[in-house]
């Protein structure tokens, strides 16, 4: 399949709202793809190249000065050949090696296919074809129940490799996608609700668990051997061995464990995520501070895969293998009080809210569905919109992620503290695409700088350390709760206010 075919269907995606047009385009592409090139275009389609990131910066990529191909023959396969030859480019001349190699494909690139692989290599392209729409659109091609392509993708793990399995073998290989131990599972997401009454009254009853501000890890064990992996199926066992440690101990052959991972400091008080997170993230773990396991699940136990039992039965098999000390603590309930209680207790003890489970729930991997629901306490700030970027897909022509700022009273201007484009509804964003163009002060091709005039009320879940920021700090999961017309800037927050809640460990 020739690039440009691929070119053309993100341009079409790019240019409409509408997700049947959407899947219906990518069904025929993939339709037409040879059995060896269906991985490749589904990587390329969803900005996710089958290779991962392969250490092609953007100055690399936006450098490169070469002249379009006047003709399209540049096939998808050459493209996949190149990304698989960048990592292996190391030491000595390896940057000029990398620059040469992209320099060769570029000169067999027409225009739009450079401009197209110049998004896709710095991680910009962004054309609605996300996995959702994609797996819809695989089932569409291979003329399958979109419900079982899902459920083979959440357990593969890899999207391209079902889409090439769904097209060759047909429902027969599609089903024979499982849970593999040692291969790490997409693992299932909760919606947010506003209460714990709210959650009771949406799945009835429920296992009401503390929500720990930890790390996400699922952990597989077979025989001696343990593999710990991160929400994003990164494979972490190196830096965790106390993880590994307690589930090795358990009395099992095989087990797959879904959990969180943190740290607790001298009077056993929670570190908060920050502090978590750069413990997580260094190679190993220090002593004195274990990052250590409390699990919430358990996914498959000796050969047998648990996730189509209801909840309360891969629970009552928890109990019976993990030690009290390694589970979240957790009560079965559809009392609004017990229910409450929980959340109560997980407060003090300075954890996020709770989580409340349908009782009956099966283990939907890589879903957020409304059968998980987290109750969590919410900061809110007043900010300043500095910025807008143009939105894409079904946000095309509306200005939609919002750059936030706090009021600085020691120099009269604000400090950047993140971006979101979340909790805009269809109303708000024509009314802040009208707005924002009348206050603009300068643009980019993709977005609009303003004069600080507009408060927003932002709610978010803590601040983070960043370097990426001015003020050396972040918002964490930011959405908009609604504008404030009934505020002026000079009214916002301060970056002393923000910088009072990191300290605080929020």
Same mark, same amino acid.
């Given at each position: 399949?020739?690039?440009?075919?691929?070119?053309?269907?993100?341009?079409? =995606?790019?240019?409409?709202?509408?997700?049947?047009?959407?899947?219906?385009? =990518?069904?025929?592409?993939?339709?037409?793809?040879?059995?060896?090139?269906?991985?490749?275009?589904?990587?390329?389609?969803?900005?996710?190249?089958?290779?991962?990131?392969?250490?092609?910066?953007?100055?690399?990529?936006?450098?490169?000065?070469?002249?379009?191909?006047?003709?399209?023959?540049?096939?998808?396969?050459?493209?996949?050949?190149?990304?698989?030859?960048?990592?292996?480019?190391?030491?000595?001349?390896?940057?000029?090696?990398?620059?040469?190699? +992209?320099?060769?494909?570029?000169?067999?690139?027409?225009?739009?296919?450079?401009?197209?692989?110049?998004?896709?290599?710095?991680?910009?392209?962004?054309?609605?074809?996300?996995?959702?729409?994609?797996?819809?659109?695989?089932?569409?091609?291979?003329?399958?129940?979109?419900?079982?392509?899902?459920?083979?993708?959440?357990?593969?793990?890899?999207?391209?490799?079902?889409?090439?399995?769904?097209?060759?073998?047909?429902?027969?290989?599609?089903?024979?996608?499982?849970?593999?131990?040692?291969?790490?599972?997409?693992?299932?997401?909760?919606?947010?609700?506003?209460?714990? #009454?709210?959650?009771?009254?949406?799945?009835?009853?429920?296992?009401?668990?503390?929500?720990?501000?930890?790390?996400?890890?699922?952990?597989?064990?077979?025989?001696?051997?343990?593999?710990?992996?991160?929400?994003?199926?990164?494979?972490?066992?190196?830096?965790? !061995?106390?993880?590994?440690? *307690?589930?090795?101990? =358990? !009395?099992?052959?095989?087990?797959?464990?879904?959990?969180?991972?943190?740290?607790? /400091?001298?009077?056993?008080?929670?570190?908060?995520?920050?502090?978590?997170?750069?413990?997580?993230?260094?190679?190993?773990?220090?002593?004195?501070?274990? +990052?250590?396991?409390?699990?919430?699940?358990?996914?498959?136990?000796?050969?047998?895969?648990?996730?189509?039992?209801?909840? *309360?039965?891969?629970?009552?098999?928890?109990?019976?293998?993990?030690?009290?000390?390694?589970?979240?603590?957790?009560?079965?309930?559809?009392?609004?009080?017990?229910?409450?209680?929980? +959340?109560?207790?997980?407060?003090?003890?300075?954890? #996020?809210?709770?989580?409340?489970?349908?009782?009956?729930?099966?283990?939907?991997?890589?879903?957020?569905?409304?059968?998980?629901?987290?109750?969590?306490?919410?900061?809110? +700030?007043?900010?300043?919109?500095?910025?807008?970027?143009?939105?894409?897909?079904?946000?095309?022509?509306?200005?939609?992620?919002?750059?936030?700022?706090?009021?600085?009273?020691?120099?009269?201007?604000?400090?950047?503290?993140?971006?979101?484009?979340?909790?805009?509804? /269809?109303?708000?964003?024509?009314?802040?695409?009208?707005?924002?163009?009348? =206050?603009?002060?300068?643009?980019?091709?993709?977005? *609009? @700088?303003?004069?600080?005039?507009?408060?927003?009320?932002?709610?978010?879940?803590?601040?983070?350390?960043?370097?990426?920021?001015?003020?050396?700090?972040?918002?964490?999961?930011?959405?908009?709760?609604? @504008?404030?017309?009934?505020?002026?800037?000079?009214?916002?927050?301060?970056?002393?206010?923000?910088?009072?809640?990191?300290?605080?460990?929020?």
């Amino acid at each position: 399949m020739r690039l440009a075919d691929v070119v053309a269907t993100s341009t079409t =995606l790019a240019a409409t709202r509408s997700r049947r047009t959407k899947i219906a385009e =990518l069904a025929g592409l993939l339709a037409r793809a040879e059995p060896g090139e269906v991985a490749i275009v589904v990587g390329f389609l969803t900005g996710e190249p089958r290779q991962g990131k392969v250490g092609i910066g953007y100055a690399s990529v936006y450098g490169l000065d070469v002249a379009p191909a006047t003709e399209a023959t540049l096939e998808v396969v050459d493209v996949d050949r190149v990304l698989d030859r960048v990592p292996s480019l190391s030491g000595a001349g390896s940057q000029r090696s990398r620059g040469d190699l +992209l320099t060769e494909l570029f000169a067999l690139a027409t225009e739009d296919e450079q401009a197209f692989l110049r998004r896709l290599l710095t991680g910009e392209l962004r054309q609605g074809a996300l996995e959702g729409v994609m797996t819809d659109a695989v089932a569409a091609a291979a003329e399958l129940d979109a419900g079982l392509v899902r459920r083979a993708v959440m357990l593969g793990g890899d999207l391209g490799q079902t889409a090439r399995i769904a097209l060759a073998q047909g429902e027969a290989g599609v089903r024979g996608v499982g849970l593999q131990v040692l291969r790490p599972v997409r693992s299932m997401l909760a919606s947010t609700a506003p209460s714990v #009454e709210a959650a009771l009254g949406a799945v009835g009853e429920a296992s009401v668990e503390w929500k720990l501000d930890g790390a996400r890890i699922q952990v597989h064990r077979e025989g001696d051997r343990v593999g710990v992996f991160t929400r994003n199926l990164n494979d972490v066992t190196a830096r965790l !061995p106390r993880v590994v440690e *307690v589930v090795r101990a =358990l !009395p099992v052959r095989t087990i797959v464990l879904d959990g969180e991972a943190m740290t607790f /400091d001298e009077a056993e008080r929670p570190r908060g995520f920050p502090e978590t997170m750069s413990r997580f993230g260094a190679d190993t773990a220090p002593d004195d501070v274990p +990052l250590l396991p409390f699990f919430f699940d358990l996914l498959h136990l000796d050969g047998e895969d648990l996730i189509d039992l209801p909840l *309360v039965e891969r629970l009552d098999a928890l109990d019976r293998l993990v030690p009290a000390p390694a589970r979240v603590p957790r009560v079965v309930t559809s009392d609004l009080a017990q229910a409450t209680a929980v +959340l109560d207790e997980a407060h003090r003890l300075l954890h #996020e809210g709770v989580m409340v489970k349908g009782a009956r729930s099966t283990y939907e991997a890589g879903r957020r569905g409304a059968a998980w629901l987290k109750v969590k306490r919410a900061h809110t +700030l007043d900010l300043v919109v500095l910025a807008a970027e143009w939105g894409h897909g079904r946000r095309t022509g509306w200005l939609s992620n919002l750059h936030l700022g706090a009021r600085d009273p020691a120099t009269g201007g604000y400090v950047m503290l993140g971006k979101t484009f979340k909790g805009l509804t /269809d109303e708000m964003l024509r009314w802040q695409t009208a707005r924002f163009l009348e =206050l603009e002060e300068r643009r980019t091709a993709q977005t *609009v @700088y303003l004069r600080p005039e507009v408060v927003v009320e932002i709610a978010f879940d803590g601040v983070l350390p960043s370097p990426r920021y001015p003020g050396g700090m972040a918002l964490r999961f930011a959405r908009v709760k609604g @504008y404030r017309s009934d505020k002026d800037p000079q009214d916002a927050d301060t970056i002393e206010t923000v910088r009072a809640i990191f300290e605080g460990g929020a």
